[in-house]
């Protein structure tokens, strides 16, 4: 905890130094279960709260999750409390394969109070590519430096659709249809702190969709993903290789 609490006062500090614009974002996010790069760690219940910070190309994200039910003794507590501090930085626009091409990078630390496991910090890298038709292909190498000391590497793809517009609450709002499809590549000592599976290789895939209603300051709507794992060995290592989460989330932009 006491790394936590020294991380967010150092990105607080750095955020509050850049002369641009500051924006927060607040999302709660109510789900049938709590998937995390292929892992299942609840199969009940959670709510999980979001503050997204963002000045500049700095970025402080602020996550927390919450379990609804007693099934794991931890009904209405916090098991997971992690924070992030990044850049997202535009290098490269205007080209016609490569619309537009963000670098980003940063640090995590994630922690997980009121349970048995082990706290850990990860630095990451990555790219956000635009591409034609307003298609973003996101690659993230994630390096844990602490407890697991593996990678993991997660490619994603995914749209905006805007359906239709409409007006509520006195406000402009368009519904928005956000499919999603990627996948995670794990290395051989994430894939067997994680899985058991003593091999890197993929590990699992996931597609999803959401259907939101958005304007300038909020947006709200239903969620349904699935996930998958990849590696037949993995697969006889877990419970339930396969899951679907259903969820409701809701934003509000400062």
């Given at each position: 905890?006491?790394?936590?609490?020294?991380?967010?006062?150092?990105?607080?500090?750095?955020?509050?130094?850049?002369?641009?614009?500051?924006?927060?974002?607040?999302?709660?996010?109510?789900?049938?279960?709590?998937?995390?790069?292929?892992?299942r760690v609840?199969?009940?219940?959670?709510?999980?709260?979001?503050?997204?910070?963002?000045?500049?190309?700095?970025?402080?994200?602020?996550?927390?999750?919450?379990?609804?039910?007693?099934?794991?003794?931890?009904?209405?507590?916090?098991?997971?409390?992690?924070?992030?501090?990044?850049?997202?930085?535009?290098i490269l626009?205007?080209?016609?394969?490569?619309?537009q091409v963000?670098?980003?990078?940063?640090?995590?630390?994630?922690?997980?109070?009121?349970?048995?496991?082990?706290?850990?910090?990860?630095?990451?890298?990555?790219?956000?590519?635009?591409?034609?038709?307003?298609?973003?292909?996101?690659?993230?190498?994630?390096?844990?430096?602490?407890?697991?000391?593996?990678?993991?590497?997660?490619?994603?793809?995914?749209?905006?659709?805007?359906?239709?517009?409409?007006?509520?609450?006195?406000?402009?709002?368009?519904?928005?249809?956000?499919?999603?499809?990627?996948?995670?590549?794990?290395?051989?000592?994430?894939?067997?702190?994680?899985?058991?599976?003593?091999?890197?290789?993929?590990?699992?895939?996931?597609?999803?969709?959401?259907?939101?209603?958005?304007?300038?300051?909020?947006?709200?709507?239903?969620?349904?993903?699935?996930?998958?794992?990849?590696?037949?060995?993995?697969?006889?290592?877990?419970?339930?290789?396969?899951?679907?989460?259903?969820?409701?989330?809701?934003?509000?932009?400062?």
């Open positions: 905890m006491k790394r936590f609490l020294l991380l967010l006062v150092v990105v607080l500090v750095s955020v509050s130094a850049s002369a641009s614009e500051l924006t927060v974002d607040i999302k709660s996010t109510l789900q049938s279960k709590y998937m995390w790069r292929g892992v609840s199969n009940d219940p959670v709510v999980q709260s979001e503050v997204l910070i963002k000045k500049g190309i700095f970025e402080v994200n602020l996550f927390g999750n919450i379990d609804v039910t007693n099934e794991n003794d931890n009904g209405g507590d916090f098991t997971e409390m992690d924070v992030t501090f990044g850049i997202n930085k535009e626009g205007g080209g016609i394969l490569l619309r963000n670098l980003l990078a940063g640090i995590s630390s994630f922690n997980y109070p009121n349970t048995d496991t082990d706290s850990t910090v990860e630095l990451y890298a990555g790219f956000d590519i635009t591409l034609p038709m307003d298609i973003h292909s996101k690659t993230v190498a994630n390096f844990d430096i602490d407890e697991v000391e593996g990678a993991y590497v997660s490619q994603d793809f995914f749209k905006d659709f805007n359906l239709v517009k409409f007006g509520l609450l006195g406000r402009d709002c368009t519904l928005v249809a956000k499919p999603d499809i990627g996948a995670g590549w794990g290395s051989q000592d994430y894939n067997e702190y994680y899985f058991n599976e003593d091999s890197h290789g993929i590990s699992n895939w996931h597609a999803g969709l959401s259907l939101m209603v958005v304007n300038d300051r909020f947006e709200f709507g239903p969620s349904v993903s699935y996930t998958d794992l990849w590696n037949d060995n993995i697969r006889d290592n877990v419970a339930d290789d396969e899951n679907v989460t259903v969820g409701f989330s809701a934003l509000y932009r400062f």
